[in-house]
C-alpha cells in the first residue's frame, strides 16, 4: 500500500510516496516542472516486486515550501538526492531510476559510494543543456522578467499544449494527460516561491558540469542501464549509445514509439526493464 510521507533535509521538507515492503529499494527521479505522478504507471506496472520510492523533488511543480531562502542547483539537487536516501537509510543495493534530468549521473560521480546501482532512463547528458525545444523554452523563460508565471499560465490553457514542439507536447510519443499537466503547472501558475526556486536553478546551471560527470562516470564501476526512447526529440538517441558504452558495467535498451518521457510512453516497458535489471544485478 503507498503511503505519502515527509523527510526533513538540509533545505526543508521533501514529500515522497513510498509502497514499502521487503523488496528492493527503487528511487524513481523525475524531471523539472514535474513531480512523482509521472511515475504512476511504473509504479502500478512494478507491483509488489520491488519497495517503490518516489520522492517530489522542488523543481517548481512541488507543494511542500521548503525553508525560506533556501535555493537549489543541478550540482546542490544532485547532492540533495543523495541526502535523500541518507535520511531514508537506503542501502548500498538501492536502485536509483530517473528520467529527464541528469542528476543522478552528477550524484554517482561526486558520491559514487552512495549510488549502489542507476538506471539512467532519456535524461540530460553530456553537452545537452539546455536540451531540445522544451529545455530551451524553459531556459528562455527564466531570462525575461515574469517568464516562467506567463509560460506556467499559457500551459493552463488545454488547447495550447498540443502546439507540436513546445512544453510538454514535444517531450512525449504521445500527448501527456491533462491532468498530469494540470497538476505540473499548478504550483508555478499560483506559488512565486516555486517559480523563483525553478528560476533559480535555471540560471544556476553550469553546462560544463554535465561534461564532468560523463568524465567521472568511466571509473563508476557498478551495474548501469541506460533507457532511451528511439523517437527522442529532447535527449539525442546516440548520447543513450554513448553513456552505455562510457560506463564500465553499462547496458542499454531502447525503446519504439517512445520520447524523453519514457514512463508515460512506454510504462510496461520500462518497469519490464527496471524489474530485470534490478534482478540481475543483484
Known sequence: MTTTQQTELSVGPIAYDDTGGDGTPVVLLHGLAQDGTVWRHVVD???TSVRCIVPTLPYGSHRTPLRPGAQLSPHTMALLIGEFADALELGDDTVFVENDAGRIQQLAALRPDRVGRMVVAGCEAFDNYPPGPGGKLLDVASRVPGGLAFLAHVLSVRPLRRVPGTGYAVMSHRPVPHDLIDRW???LRTDPTARALLHHYLRSTVRTEMMEAADALRTYD????VVWGKQDRMMPPAHGRRLAELLPQGRLVELDECGTLIPLDRPKAL?????DFTRDSA
Open 45 to 47: 506496472e512494478l507491483g
Open 185 to 187: 503547472v499548478e504550483p
Open 222 to 225: 557498478r551495474p548501469a542501464l
Open 271 to 275: 518497469a519490464s526493464a527496471i524489474g
